[in-house]
């Protein structure tokens, strides 16, 4: 906890007098108490009495590379008092019995670190406490994307507005009545942000929360929103001082939780929002499910119609809009990937809904071997069905693990491209991204390195992948932050800068107290696509018809053919790895890779392909192979291998490998599959 209404005397007398309902307070000597005549509006409270800010010591805790203030560092002295800074990094230190003393602080944070002293082996500094003084304290960040700011709930700025600053949002304190809110659904609708979350709490009671969904609008930055780098106005629907409920559907009991917020067009041209609806009777059994549309007049979500609950397609998760081929489809990733035409009569009919699957037609999932799509030849066929059911993550896990397909058929899954070892995914959203010029995905996974805390970002060539090789970019120790979402109407730079959030809270990581003010909220972050410690392995592929043979796909022209996923390779330059050039021999016309930049040829002659790891080297070695040149000793023509490959009869292969490559350990390739070529 940190201030003074917590720890220190005066808290103590406005306590009292609150508990004893006196209505006023007068004091003899306000001065003398350190209090001054400033007032706050804090969003739906009423005016507030300020403290001097005088009275405080400012600690700023910053970011070492980008000078920024942190959020959720805590620092805690010897006898266990804990503060934490607010979204500006500050905490306004004020504890009677500690001030003008020397004051030793432990100093910690989720995915931030600081040198250690030598005698404790410890992150802690002594700083002399001083009214009115200020200390500025340096942090590293371990975590790639940078945490930001706290978007939701009280005292966001709390400790920047006890010493006076100007803060960037206009509800510092309290907006609407909120302590905490569960798991944001966003999308864009009529030129506004239009944010759902889950349950939401106030300061009455525990069980006086509002379990019907919540909702806000913000403005689009550059319309008169803020920039995301600052911070989000958010304007509550509200009812007196809290929340409103957004699903009121007259069935008392039940909680209302919304999800798939997708906002189309109807036959009219109108722009419609839409969600998908369920009701949740106690403990957390769901009773019904329903599509509901929001009555811009009523400002409230109306029932659209019914589905039952065994649906063979339910669509979840955040939707994207995907161009293909063929036309346009708004696509949901939740238990397995479905999609649907992205207008309001598709969406309402989950007849119209296809799934990506391996199930022969209108088969609903049972886990047996006759239910799959094979070919022949005995291969797993996969393709978007109606009136079928999705194969995700558990479908696929329960097939492989009895034994009805083989690990490399499956169509998604992660591992570490550092190590290799799989993750458990969670839940994700995935956008195009112009930057990449490749589809992102940010994804929590389950039982990592704390249960519910660690965030990866994953990028595929089609909205399918192929998904495999993730880069964790945050980290919590035991706590949790799930349900994390982009933000893709706030992306930078061409895409460059993305943003996301989560949920922070200590449900699910068992640990047992709360961190106050950020618990059960959300948080955002942003990441740079152009670091490169999110440079990963992109799917090289054997190409037919182009005027080169090994490209990635952001190099395939449109008479290339991509026959297959040769191996895996960076599409960029980082440290430690080395570009590997390609060209045509003049002599034999086989494709020639080298790591030696072929000076004796014109520019337009030679491509980088891709690059990749030299050879001999020791990094990653789970995870990459060697690629070695194999010629015939007659035509002198080349073919390239990996290590382990069958080898091709008449060829001879050279003393050394060429390089290491990533692996790719599966069959599915979906870049010329389904319309997906310049998709987007």
Known sequence: MSGWEHKGDMGIMMNLLENSGIMFLIFSNLTALGFCEDTISAGDAKDILLPDPKIFFRIRVKDEETSRGIPLVSLTTQEGIIYYTDSAGNIAFFEPALMNREVYFLFESHGYSMEKEGFTNQQGRTLKVVPGGSVQITMKRENIAQRLYRITGSGIYHDSVLLGDKVPIEHPLMNAGVLGQDSTQVTVYKNKI??????????????????????????LSGQGGLDPEIGVNLDYFAEGNFVKKMVDLHEPGFLWWLGSLVSVRDEAGRERLLAHCVKVKPPLDTAGQCLVGFND?????EKVCDYPLDDIINPNGHPFLVKEKQGEYLYFFGIGMSRTKPTYDAVANHG????????????????????????????LEFAWRKNTSPIGFQEQDRLIGSGHINPNEKWIGFVDFHSGQDILFHQGSIYYNEYRKRWVMIFNQNFGTSLLGEIWYAEGDTPLGPWIY???I??????????SVQHPHFAKENGRIVFFEGTYTKAFSGTKIPTPRYEYNQIMYKLDLGDERCALPVPVYKVKGGDFEYLTAD?????????????????RPVKNCVPVYEYKDPKTGSTILTTEKPEHLKKEEF??????????????????????????????????KLEGDIPEVGYVKTEKPL??????????????????????
């Open 607 to 640: 491509v980088i392909a891709f690059y990749t790891l030299a050879s001999g080297s020791e990094e990653m070695k789970s995870t990459t192979t060697d690629l070695w040149e194999w010629i015939h000793p007659e035509n002198k023509k080349r073919i390239y």
């Open 352 to 379: 119209e809904y296809e799934a990506f699957t391996c199930l022969k037609n209108e088969s609903r999932f049972n886990g047996t071997k006759e239910q799959l799509d094979r070919t022949e030849d005995d291969l």
């Open 555 to 571: 190099k395939i022209s449109e008479k290339g053919m991509a026959a297959e996923i040769a191996f895996f390779a960076l599409d």
């Open 194 to 219: 239009f944010w759902i979350w889950g349950d939401t709490s106030n300061t009455r009671h525990p069980f006086s929360m509002n379990g019907h969904s919540t909702a806000a609008t913000s403005l």
């Open 470 to 472: 993730a880069q964790k």
């Open 659 to 680: 390089c290491r490559v990533w692996k790719y350990p599966r069959k599915f390739n979906p870049w010329n599959l389904y319309g997906y070529r310049r998709g987007r």
């Open 474 to 483: 945050v980290t919590h120790n035991d706590y949790s932050f799930y349900n």
């Open 297 to 301: 007049q009523r400002q409230v979500f």
